[in-house]
């Protein structure tokens, strides 16, 4: 006869055996060190950088634009190096994205320089006439909340001091707003003149899309 005469039991049994294994095959790895790889060379992202991450969030920009290369011979054309895991490493949530509506940004740092973003981002139009990404120049009407910064960094682990935090947000005000700053004369056009002593969230988006994949161009550039 065997258990299989007896239902009830089967399917007792079944459930544990199905339990166990899910137990072994989802949750331990989970937890396992060798599941979650991290790489000297990439960098957690700095307070402002991370508030760019956030604006990225709240716009939607990721129903538009993915954040990963697929290993694929077209994709590494036109991308650059497929991505990596180790990549997101600090990214909670992640936004690798499903919709291509927009080009991949996972190697749009340092692609072009600030000056672009500054004008695509007031108006993709003026730049691809037949673009359908919104205008965002708004952007920099808005004055960067950066009152919850070092708490975000905190929550997310990546180990920065309330002074570390202060210092990257006067570091990256005092580049975008000196008189050297190589894109001023664009980021003057797009910020109203209360503001541009300020740091903007145009500013901190600008600092998030530089930072997609710069690790990685710099490890390339290096080997
Ligand atoms: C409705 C879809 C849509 C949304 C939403 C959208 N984009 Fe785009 N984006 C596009 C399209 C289409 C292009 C290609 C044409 C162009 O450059 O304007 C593009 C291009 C870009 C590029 C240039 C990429 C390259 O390699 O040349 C950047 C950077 C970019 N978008 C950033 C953003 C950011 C940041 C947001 C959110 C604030 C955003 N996009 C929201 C559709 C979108």
């Known amino acids: 006869m065997g258990i299989y005469s007896k239902p009830v039991i089967f399917a007792v049994i079944s459930a544990a055996v199905i339990l166990i294994g899910t137990v072994?095959?989802?949750?331990?790895?989970?937890?396992?060190?060798?599941?979650q790889p991290v790489s000297s060379y990439i960098k957690p992202y700095t307070a402002v950088e991370l508030e760019g991450r956030d604006i990225y969030m709240r716009e939607g920009c990721n129903n538009c634009h993915t954040q990963?290369?697929?290993?694929?011979?077209?994709e590494v054309l036109r991308y650059g190096e497929y991505s990596k895991p180790e990549e997101f490493a600090y990214d909670r949530p992640f936004l690798w994205g499903?919709?291509?509506?927009?080009?991949?940004?996972?190697?749009?740092?340092?692609?072009?320089?600030?000056?672009?973003?500054?004008?695509?981002?007031q108006s993709p139009q003026r730049l691809f006439q037949k673009s359908n990404m919104p205008p965002y120049g708004w952007l920099a009407k808005n004055r960067l909340d950066t009152s919850n910064s070092f708490r975000k960094t905190s929550v997310l682990g990546y180990g920065?001091?309330?002074?570390?935090?202060?210092?990257?947000?006067?570091?990256?005000?005092?580049?975008?707003?000196?008189?050297?700053?190589?894109?001023?004369?664009?980021?003057?056009?797009?910020?109203?003149?209360?503001?541009?002593?300020?740091l903007t969230e145009m500013d901190a988006m600008i600092a998030y899309l530089q930072?997609?994949?710069?690790?990685?161009?710099?490890?390339?550039?290096?080997n």
């Open 211 to 222: 930072k997609l994949g710069r690790d990685v161009k710099n490890l390339e550039a290096k």
């Open 24 to 35: 072994v095959t989802v949750f331990v790895p989970l937890f396992m060190p060798s599941t």
């Open 68 to 74: 990963t290369v697929r290993p694929l011979r077209t």
């Open 160 to 198: 920065y001091s309330e002074s570390d935090v202060q210092n990257q947000i006067i570091k990256y005000r005092s580049m975008v707003t000196s008189d050297t700053y190589a894109s001023k004369e664009s980021r003057n056009q797009v910020t109203p003149p209360e503001l541009q002593k300020e």
């Open 98 to 121: 499903s919709r291509r509506t927009g080009p991949d940004l996972n190697r749009i740092g340092g692609k072009y320089p600030d000056s672009w973003h500054y004008s695509h981002m």
